[in-house]
């Protein structure tokens, strides 16, 4: 066994049997994925100038997208060895761009344009990758004519190690928002939690294993959806376990990871989580399985 491996044996031996005590859930057959294809199968175009498989992200009064396409990485984790060296942001006039050393890529395939610290403003949340550390995230904001890196977080640190943004909220309920993050979601999951304090450093507030947001090989990125499921007022995450055959719902209120709910199923989780409205039924979210099937989850509440 590695030492992360028995590290990650170590930490769910830790944990309390109340953490998945959750309640069973119950999700409704809605047919075939084919029969959603305008929700769970990417047909947009590309911007002209994008990476393979590449997604333009539009928010905030920005579009954002990756280019120049390079093969110095190599990791192949989402779906070729191609990543790309840029970002390209555009506010309807101008486009600026961030060209990354020759030690990392951008190991994505849409930026997520969010803000991160809660001022109004816009920033790009990215997954960059080190050719010898693996992979962190980076904020990078359009500021005085250029785009700018903002800050990022430490590396994984071993090379061909990824990590999948799954939101940004106040997931912990102090007010403030947070990052959330699935840190080597093929091997052994971990929700990470991070804020940005302004800094050129992100700090990670707590780390909980055993869940999954990506299947190897995948361009399939939103397998996590945020929405507070109990009404609490805190923001929880909805994601698939490990395995991806069950889909949970994750409070971290007060810093203090717990399940409140889980749905299981025969097959595994394999498109994005979709948000849809129910016309007189109310709000739900609609994915698939690897099967072909598709399946709705009733969502409680308001976001």
Excluded: C
């Excluded at 199968?41 to 120049?68: C, D, K, N, V």
């Excluded at 430490?154 to 990824?162: E, F, S, V």
């Excluded at 129910?278 to 698939?288: C, E, K």
Aim: proline share 9%; no cysteine.
């Amino acid at each position: 066994m590695t030492a992360r491996a028995l590290r990650l044996a170590l930490l769910f031996a830790l944990l309390p049997a109340a953490a998945f005590a959750s309640e069973r859930l119950a999700p409704i057959p809605a047919g075939r994925v084919a029969d959603h294809a305008e929700h769970l199968i990417e047909t947009a175009p590309p911007p002209e100038s994008a990476i393979p498989h590449g997604r333009l992200a539009a928010g905030g009064g920005l579009e954002a997208w990756y280019g120049a396409p390079t093969d110095r990485y190599g990791h192949g984790v989402l779906g070729d060895a191609i990543e790309a060296g840029d970002l390209l942001v555009s506010d309807g006039g101008d486009t600026l761009s961030h060209t990354l050393a020759q030690d990392s890529v951008f190991e994505d395939l849409e930026p997520r344009i969010v803000d991160a610290d809660g001022d109004g403003r816009p920033e790009i949340l990215t997954i960059k990758s080190y050719l010898r550390a693996g992979a962190t995230i980076a904020l990078f904001a359009p500021r005085d004519g250029a785009l700018l890196a903002l800050a990022e977080a430490p590396p994984i640190g071993t090379p061909n190690r990824w990590l999948n943004p799954a939101g940004v909220a106040d997931y912990d309920g102090d007010g403030r928002p947070e990052i959330a993050l699935v840190e080597t979601p093929h091997i052994g999951g971990i929700i990470v939690l991070y804020r940005w304090d302004g800094g050129a450093r992100l700090e990670p507030l707590l780390r909980w294993p055993g869940y999954s947001t990506h299947a190897i090989g995948s361009t399939v990125l939103a397998m996590s959806h945020s929405h507070d499921w109990n009404g609490d007022g805190v923001i929880d995450l909805l994601l698939p376990r490990q395995n991806r055959a069950v889909l949970a719902v994750v409070t971290l209120a007060g810093g203090a990871p717990r399940e409140l709910a889980h749905a299981p199923h025969e097959n595994v989780i394999d498109t994005a989580l979709v948000p849809i409205e129910r016309r007189d039924a109310g709000p739900a979210l609609l994915y698939g399985l690897s099967d072909g099937s598709a399946w709705l989850l009733p969502l409680p509440g308001g976001d």
